[in-house]
């Protein structure tokens, strides 16, 4: 689903639930990662930046845990509540004082999943606009170079009593630029396709890869730390999701090609 549709639905959606609800004080949905997708217009009221770091270890540790699906904490002047409200989402909630919890939930429970439906229904999900027009180019492009590396990639036996091996060439692969933000984000790691990372460790006869090499188009070039990608939907998109502060120090945008190739210590 687009980005942007579905951010302004969910404000549209926190608003009118603050609306029924006088006493909840801000509502916000992130995701996963740490990244704010959607607020209520009277978030802008808090330091919601505070309010994730202080449950930053928590949301670190939900996979080991068994996944986060409601977490509520009670304080002197109100609750705040953490609840899972699809796959890859969360609603927080602070909430007044002696307001009933239960009902506010319950509210919530039913909005929330019956708006995610109906934007599924009418804006199913696909691919960003901004990169399916290069999609199957990259592809090509890909499958090509890949093709290349593998011929050029060759073990030579040399008539020794120790064969003496060729150091394997470094992959490079174009990938298309996607953006991340948010608060729980860093801002020294990219997230690259988990079909890529092995491709590249089989390339590179099994070593182990931690970090990547980026260089732009222009000329610009950075090394920093690499994650396997989490969403599956961007799965064999040949994407690269760079953080918005490297992007902006590597003066690319969300949708231009990069050179990525694997740091080999």
Same mark, same amino acid.
């Given at each position: 689903?687009?980005?942007?549709? /579905?951010?302004?639905?969910?404000?549209?959606?926190?608003?009118?639930?603050?609306?029924?609800?006088?006493?909840?004080?801000?509502?916000?949905?992130?995701?996963?990662?740490?990244?704010?997708?959607?607020?209520? !217009?009277?978030? +802008?009221?808090?330091?919601?930046? +505070?309010?994730?770091?202080?449950?930053?270890?928590? #949301?670190?540790?939900?996979? =080991?845990?068994?996944?986060?699906?409601?977490?509520?904490?009670?304080?002197?002047?109100?609750?705040?509540?953490?609840?899972?409200?699809?796959?890859?989402? /969360?609603?927080?909630?602070?909430?007044?004082?002696?307001?009933?919890? %239960?009902?506010?939930?319950?509210?919530?429970?039913?909005?929330?999943?019956?708006?995610?439906?109906?934007?599924?229904?009418?804006?199913?999900?696909?691919?960003?606009?901004?990169?399916?027009? %290069?999609?199957?180019?990259?592809?090509?492009?890909? %499958?090509?170079? %890949?093709?290349?590396?593998?011929?050029?990639?060759?073990?030579?036996?040399?008539?020794?009593?120790?064969?003496?091996?060729?150091?394997?060439?470094?992959?490079?692969?174009?990938?298309? =630029?996607?953006?991340?933000?948010?608060?729980?984000?860093?801002? !020294?790691?990219?997230?690259?396709?988990?079909?890529?990372?092995?491709?590249?460790?089989?390339?590179? &006869?099994?070593?182990?890869?931690?970090?990547?090499?980026?260089?732009?188009?222009?000329?610009?070039?950075?090394?920093?730390?690499?994650?396997?990608?989490?969403? +599956?939907?961007?799965?064999?998109?040949?994407?690269?999701?760079?953080?918005?502060? #490297?992007?902006? &120090?590597?003066?690319?945008?969300?949708?231009?090609? =990069?050179?990525?190739?694997? =740091?080999?210590?």
């Amino acid at each position: 689903m687009n980005k942007e549709i /579905y951010s302004f639905a969910m404000k549209n959606a926190l608003n009118e639930i603050g609306k029924i609800n006088k006493n909840i004080k801000c509502s916000f949905i992130f995701n996963s990662e740490g990244e704010i997708i959607a607020e209520d !217009d009277k978030s +802008s009221k808090f330091d919601i930046k +505070s309010i994730m770091e202080n449950f930053d270890e928590i #949301l670190e540790k939900k996979d =080991v845990i068994g996944g986060l699906n409601h977490l509520e904490v009670k304080g002197k002047n109100g609750t705040f509540k953490i609840l899972n409200i699809n796959e890859d989402s /969360y609603l927080a909630l602070t909430i007044e004082k002696n307001a009933d919890t %239960q009902l506010i939930e319950a509210t919530v429970r039913v909005i929330i999943p019956t708006l995610l439906r109906l934007l599924e229904k009418l804006a199913p999900t696909h691919p960003i606009p901004a990169l399916q027009n %290069q999609e199957t180019k990259i592809e090509e492009k890909e %499958q090509k170079e %890949q093709d290349e590396k593998e011929r050029e990639i060759k073990i030579e036996e040399k008539e020794k009593i120790e064969p003496e091996l060729i150091e394997p060439e470094i992959p490079v692969n174009q990938l298309i =630029v996607d953006t991340i933000g948010g608060l729980l984000v860093r801002s !020294d790691t990219v997230h690259i396709d988990a079909s890529i990372i092995s491709q590249w460790n089989e390339a590179l &006869n099994g070593k182990k890869i931690e970090m990547v090499e980026i260089e732009t188009f222009n000329g610009k070039t950075v090394q920093c730390k690499v994650k396997e990608m989490k969403d +599956s939907k961007l799965a064999g998109k040949g994407i690269i999701k760079i953080p918005e502060k #490297l992007c902006k &120090n590597l003066e690319i945008k969300r949708g231009e090609l =990069v050179r990525v190739k694997p =740091v080999i210590s």
